[in-house]
């Protein structure tokens, strides 16, 4: 009977080794996830930051295409690209010129 009890602490040893190896490896590996998860929750972080910025650029500049949109329907854009591409003036127009040096 001597024999038997030896063993049985054997075994019961040798099942709690196993147990806590097994414990061991699973929080190193679930470690290793965690790791894994917030290194990508922080470049998600980044790339939202990155688009929230890129979003807000691209708001202004549909803004001032708008505004831009405005201007060219208005007499004062026609009026400007009269005098500035084709050199005309209302008749009541003085246009002075710089004398070149």
């Given at each position: 009977?001597a024999?038997r009890?030896h ?6 040893r040798?099942g709690k080794l196993?147990i ?10 679930m470690?290793v996830?965690i790791?894994?998860?917030?290194q990508?929750?922080?470049?998600y972080?980044q790339?939202?930051?990155?688009l ?6 691209e708001t202004?500049?549909?803004?001032q295409?708008s505004?831009y949109?405005?201007?060219?329907k208005?007499q ?13 003036a209302y008749?009541n127009?003085?246009?002075?010129k710089e004398?070149?040096k």
């Amino acid at each position: 009977m001597a024999g038997r009890g030896h063993r049985k602490k054997n075994n019961n040893r040798a099942g709690k080794l196993c147990i806590g190896l097994i414990v061991i490896a699973f929080v190193a590996v679930m470690s290793v996830q965690i790791i894994r998860v917030y290194q990508k929750d922080q470049e998600y972080i980044q790339q939202e930051a990155s688009l929230q910025k890129q979003l807000e650029d691209e708001t202004a500049r549909g803004e001032q295409l708008s505004n831009y949109e405005t201007y060219t329907k208005s007499q004062q854009y026609v009026e400007d690209t009269a005098k500035s591409k084709l050199g005309l003036a209302y008749d009541n127009e003085i246009i002075f010129k710089e004398a070149k040096k």
